[in-house]
């Protein structure tokens, strides 16, 4: 009985090797490697002819050949053909007396292949790429040591041809990267290898830390530019957790691995010495086949959100002090009419102590005659361009009593300009 993919080119067998071929995206540029392959087959085997091939859907194609001319041929009349479709070694002795090859022409004519040996090159899928194969002249056999060495240069082959590929993917995926961050400058984005060593240090990486792209790739590691005694601490931290040792440039790496990134606040050192905060997002770098190739770390300096924030605190202590001890009456309001902060003296002036002021609104506060101009006029300051922030109108005392009063009223926005509540002075 034939097999399924001999004898149907259309079975899903074979369309999956197709594609295991295709996802590989062998080229056929000259490789010093694989003409060594060819030429150590040739001398092991003893054979003029030696062969590296690819067998696509309609032809094979020659990445590399010892005792002849690299071309392609359909792939109805090539022996090679055959191999992909087993996992072992195949071995003629005589082509002209096996039915299957004795009409074939290279066997009829040049280069008159009258002995063939070939073994598929399984790749990681489990399909064969291709064969690496051994042609004479003369009818013959293989030792089992030939046998032996063949299959193995066949298994060396696939491992170069499969490691070449990603490198390739790898670096144009580098590539594609590089020109994507190399115009990120408010962000600091670094690229390792596997091993850590820095392939990618774009402008913002330089901005941030003082150093430049030149003097770190290919030679320094992340290690260069952090607090060895935290790098130190977070492994401990790791192994503790993980219960296995974690050091060294694994300390960055090993919980983006297994969670897919790690975002974490480190201290850098700068080429200069000085030491600032930034917040630090490890992710892993693949392949389309999930085999991680390196590292990518974006950092943020935290430094200048730092400095905000106690400059924010600084100016809510002086605000703080200014608001309690002000003459006048003083309230922080919010976007709905309610009190947020009152200070003293707005208590004193209107009758009630801090926790009953609090309990109440600015409706509540506010003379029935002047509630609604005072809503409308809290509705008109929500708008960003709004102009006018004075307003006459009466208070009601707790005693009931009306007070005249001039309110001057302030919006207070984010960062986003989202109205956040209004700064009222009585």
């Given at each position: 009985?034939?097999?399924?993919?001999?004898?149907?080119?259309?079975s899903s067998i074979e369309r999956e090797r197709l594609d295991a071929l295709a996802a590989l995206?062998?080229?056929?540029?000259?490789?010093?490697?694989?003409?060594?392959?060819?030429?150590?087959?040739?001398?092991?085997?003893?054979?003029?002819?030696?062969?590296?091939?690819?067998?696509?859907?309609?032809?094979?194609?020659?990445?590399?050949?010892?005792?002849?001319?690299?071309?392609?041929?359909?792939?109805?009349?090539?022996?090679?053909?055959?191999?992909?479709?087993?996992?072992?070694?195949?071995?003629?002795?005589?082509?002209?007396?096996?039915?299957?090859?004795?009409?074939?022409?290279?066997?009829?004519?040049?280069?008159?292949?009258?002995?063939?040996?070939?073994?598929?090159?399984?790749?990681?899928?489990?399909?064969?790429?291709?064969?690496?194969?051994?042609?004479?002249?003369?009818?013959?056999?293989?030792?089992?040591?030939?046998?032996?060495?063949?299959?193995?240069?066949?298994?060396?082959?696939?491992?170069?041809?499969?490691?070449?590929?990603?490198?390739?993917?790898a670096t144009e995926v580098h590539s594609h990267l590089q020109a994507i961050v190399k115009a990120?400058?408010?962000?600091?984005?670094?690229?390792?290898?596997?091993?850590?060593?820095?392939?990618?240090?774009?402008?913002?990486?330089?901005?941030?830390?003082?150093?430049?792209?030149?003097?770190?790739?290919?030679?320094?590691?992340?290690?260069?530019?952090?607090?060895?005694?935290?790098?130190?601490?977070?492994?401990?931290?790791?192994?503790?957790?993980?219960?296995?040792?974690?050091?060294?440039?694994?300390?960055?790496?090993?919980?983006?691995?297994?969670?897919?990134?790690?975002?974490?606040?480190?201290?850098?050192?700068?080429?200069?010495?000085?030491?600032?905060?930034?917040?630090?997002?490890?992710?892993?770098?693949?392949?389309?086949?999930?085999?991680?190739?390196?590292?990518?770390?974006?950092?943020?300096?935290?430094?200048?959100?730092?400095?905000?924030?106690?400059?924010?605190?600084?100016?809510?202590?002086?605000?703080?002090?200014?608001?309690?001890?002000?003459?006048?009456?003083?309230?922080?309001?919010?976007?709905?009419?309610?009190?947020?902060?009152?200070?003293?003296?707005?208590?004193?002036?209107?009758?009630?102590?801090?926790?009953?002021?609090?309990?109440?609104?600015?409706?509540?506060?506010?003379?029935?005659?002047?509630?609604?101009?005072?809503?409308?006029?809290?509705?008109?300051?929500?708008?960003?361009?709004?102009?006018?922030?004075?307003?006459?109108?009466?208070?009601?005392?707790?005693?009931?009593?009306?007070?005249?009063?001039?309110?001057?009223?302030?919006?207070?926005?984010?960062?986003?300009?989202?109205?956040?509540?209004?700064?009222?002075?009585?």
């Amino acid at each position: 009985m034939k097999n399924e993919t001999e004898s149907n080119p259309e079975s899903s067998i074979e369309r999956e090797r197709l594609d295991a071929l295709a996802a590989l995206g062998i080229d056929f540029e000259h490789e010093q490697e694989c003409d060594d392959f060819v030429a150590l087959a040739a001398e092991i085997c003893q054979t003029p002819i030696a062969k590296l091939s690819l067998v696509e859907r309609d032809r094979v194609r020659v990445k590399a050949i010892w005792g002849g001319q690299a071309k392609e041929m359909d792939r109805e009349v090539s022996l090679c053909a055959r191999v992909v479709l087993g996992h072992d070694i195949m071995e003629v002795s005589d082509t002209l007396e096996d039915e299957r090859f004795r009409s074939k022409p290279q066997v009829v004519g040049p280069p008159f292949a009258r002995f063939y040996a070939g073994v598929p090159l399984l790749g990681n899928s489990g399909h064969a790429y291709g064969t690496l194969c051994v042609v004479d002249k003369k009818p013959r056999t293989l030792s089992s040591g030939q046998r032996a060495a063949l299959q193995r240069l066949a298994r060396l082959a696939t491992l170069h041809l499969e490691a070449h590929q990603r490198k390739k993917r790898a670096t144009e995926v580098h590539s594609h990267l590089q020109a994507i961050v190399k115009a990120s400058l408010g962000i600091s984005v670094i690229a390792t290898d596997t091993e850590g060593t820095i392939t990618l240090f774009n402008p913002g990486a330089e901005r941030m830390l003082g150093y430049r792209a030149e003097d770190l790739v290919g030679r320094e590691t992340p290690g260069l530019f952090h607090l060895e005694s935290e790098i130190s601490a977070r492994g401990r931290e790791l192994s503790k957790a993980l219960n296995q040792n974690v050091q060294g440039f694994d300390v960055f790496t090993q919980v983006a691995n297994t969670e897919g990134a790690e975002t974490r606040q480190w201290t850098y050192v700068r080429q200069d010495g000085r030491h600032l905060q930034g917040r630090l997002t490890v992710s892993p770098l693949c392949l389309s086949d999930g085999e991680i190739f390196g590292y990518l770390g974006t950092a943020v300096d935290l430094s200048g959100q730092f400095a905000a924030e106690e400059a924010a605190r600084v100016a809510a202590e002086r605000f703080s002090g200014a608001f309690d001890s002000a003459a006048i009456g003083m309230a922080l309001v919010s976007r709905d009419g309610r009190w947020i902060e009152v200070n003293d003296s707005l208590c004193q002036m209107l009758g009630y102590s801090r926790e009953d002021l609090l309990a109440t609104d600015i409706p509540m506060v506010t003379h029935p005659d002047d509630l609604e101009k005072s809503l409308r006029f809290l509705s008109q300051l929500t708008h960003a361009n709004a102009q006018n922030n004075l307003l006459e109108k009466r208070c009601l005392h707790q005693d009931g009593s009306s007070i005249w009063t001039e309110i001057s009223v302030a919006p207070v926005r984010d960062s986003a300009g989202v109205l956040q509540h209004f700064v009222a002075q009585v």
